[in-house]
């Protein structure tokens, strides 16, 4: 593990800016710490919340974090006091494509080798508490499934934060005194525990929820939950610290507030409901972020972060760049640096979409531009030009290259947005309209497919949910996160499909649905090549080739 840098600035200076008393700090080291959540109620709780999304990921980069923390940079250089408040890496793609998930540049959160790594050990927390109820289910099935389970109907995987194919579909029980019987591996950041710890908001709730967790039927096809097996105190008891939200830095000193970490394109893709809460507790402004494009992690922060925790964004912010945009626009990844009028108006299509998304929550979005230094002037200019067409302000951030100082134009614009009173929320569908209508609605009004198919097995799962009394819940919809639609392939802003549900899981802790779309997959693969190959260590304990960007 390297060792601290020079210009970090002790952990204690960065709560005392942020307003936390002493009393509510526990460092983890010179340079983190975890912060109680009774500091929620300490603050003055007058922060406004500015949202970060962007358009359909790209393999040309889109910069999302490294936007989200210079923004905050940023608005720090104009006198308020912001706090970045952003998801946790997962070990599985730092090490598999993304090389790093604390931003890039001049505009990255610190320090970034040990926050990428192990960090305070949530993710290994959230893995033990997991993986402690699956080893109580096969416990209560070795000694007589005294809580009625059937074998045949357990429903509750391992998980493990990695990437590895080869455990999507495994046998396990095998040898001994074991139950043979097919189960699967997810990663950890797809885990129900997960998601419960970020929409959890006092430790009573983080237990009940936990309570709630089906963990399959018994014969007679009722479910079975962690607390009937007594379960839900233990794992608890494994999260206590974990459900503590983390506090590190911008490259800058600013306060950050790192907490929780569920995928968007498998999970609800938002950081900790508590870490949000803390940051609007004792900063001006609050900046966090959906994972991936708005109709996935944007569309869910909204429907449902959003809808359980009672808060609602002052402002929407979409980043883009000419690279991506001109590869939706139909330029190969080798040409997106070369000059593509063409290509580049193409592009908007899929930026317009997100926008149209945006405004169906009834939120004005903004557009920030992420700056490459061999970014051409007129092309800059087209997609301007392209805002104001459509009446939404834009603004151009060189966060990458210049940290806080190039992200000032930035600043400006979100800080004037959130200077104007909030929209009253406005969900996507109501929680009493039916599964097959929220799906309809999520489909085709932030995908803009034509109607959704719901297979008879998944149709055949909604009813048991409902039967069993699990209505009014909100849908999370796990699909391809490259395109609008469920076909990866299909980039821009694809016409003339459908999409189609294959199948439909219960999160009835973290109190949703969902809604699996194409082939997502809960246990991602590594790449061909591996960032893996990148990272190595020297004799001094320095991380090389974590951040791929630098």
């Known amino acids: ?7 970090f600035r002790p952990i204690e200076e960065v709560a005392a800016e942020l307003g936390v008393a002493p009393i509510h700090v526990s460092p983890r080291g010179r340079d983190m710490a975890k912060l109680d959540p009774a500091a929620i109620d300490a603050g003055p709780g007058t922060g406004k919340l500015v949202l970060m999304s962007a358009i359909t990921p790209t393999p040309a980069g889109e910069g999302k974090t490294t936007m989200s923390v210079g923004l905050t940079m940023g608005l ?5 006091r912001a706090v970045a408040c952003l998801r946790e890496p997962s070990l599985g793609p730092v090490f598999g494509i993304k090389g ?4 890039g540049g001049r505009a990255t959160l610190e320090p970034e080798d040990r926050i990428n790594l192990h960090f ?3 993710l290994h927390a959230i893995t033990a508490a997991h993986n402690l109820l699956a080893a109580m289910i096969d416990n209560d099935l070795h000694f007589g499934a005294a809580s009625g389970l059937d074998p045949r109907k357990i429903t509750w995987p391992r998980v493990l934060d990695a990437n590895d194919r080869a455990l999507r579909s495994v046998v396990i029980g095998l040898g001994g005194d074991g139950a043979p019987r ?5 990663i950890t950041a797809a885990s129900e525990v997960m998601a419960i710890l970020c929409l959890a ?18 014969g007679d096809g009722r479910f079975v939950t962690a607390e009937d097996l007594g379960a839900h105190g ?7 610290d974990a459900r503590w939200p983390n506090l590190a830095q911008t490259a800058e000193g600013g306060p950050a507030i790192v907490h929780g970490g569920p995928f968007a394109n498998i999970a609800h893709g938002c950081s900790s409901v508590l870490g949000t809460k803390l940051a609007l507790a004792h900063g001006d402004i609050a900046v966090t972020e959906g994972g991936f494009a708005f109709d996935l992690g944007g569309a869910k922060f909204l429907d449902i972060k959003c809808r359980a925790a009672g808060i609602w964004p002052n402002a929407v912010v979409l980043v883009a760049t000419l690279r991506a945009l001109k590869m939706h626009g139909g330029a190969p990844l080798s040409a997106v640096d070369e000059p593509n009028a063409a290509a580049l108006d193409a592009g908007l299509a899929n930026l317009e979409a997100h926008l149209e998304s945006v405004a169906r929550f009834g939120i004005t979005p903004l557009v920030c531009i992420n700056e490459h230094l061999d970014d051409r002037e007129d092309e800059l200019k087209r997609v301007l030009s392209f805002c104001d067409s459509r009446g939404v302000r834009a603004a151009r951030s060189a966060a990458f290259a210049k940290g806080g100082e190039g992200s000032i134009e930035l600043a400006e614009l979100v800080n004037d947005a959130v200077s104007a009173p909030a ?5 996507l569908y109501p929680l009493e309209a039916s599964f097959a209508e929220k799906v309809e609605r999520i489909a085709v009004e932030l995908y803009g497919a034509d109607g959704v198919d719901i297979t008879p097995a998944a149709q055949k799962s909604v009813k048991t949910y409902e039967d069993a009394g699990y209505r009014d819940l909100p849908v999370c919809v796990a699909k391809a996160f490259r395109s609008l639609s469920d076909d990866p392939s299909k980039l821009g802003r694809p016409k003339g499909f459908r999409v189609t549900v294959r199948e439909v899981r219960l999160s009835a802790g973290a109190g949703f649905l969902v809604a699996l779309m194409g082939d997502v997959m809960t246990m991602p693969g590594l790449p061909r090549r591996p960032a893996a190959l990148d990272v190595d260590v020297d004799d001094q304990g320095n991380i090389r080739g974590l951040m791929r960007s630098k």
């Open 76 to 80: 720090r250089r104009i006198g308020k």
């Open 100 to 103: 790093g998930g604390t931003g």
């Open 234 to 240: 233990a794992m608890a008891a494994l999260l206590a």
């Open 201 to 218: 908001t006092s430790l009573d709730d983080l237990r009940e929820r936990l309570g709630r967790i089906v963990v399959g039927r018994r």
């Open 182 to 186: 097919e189960s699967r591996f997810d």
């Open 423 to 427: 929209t009253a929320p406005h969900f």
């Open 120 to 122: 305070t050990g949530d």
């Open 1 to 7: 593990m390297s060792l601290p840098h020079a210009g």
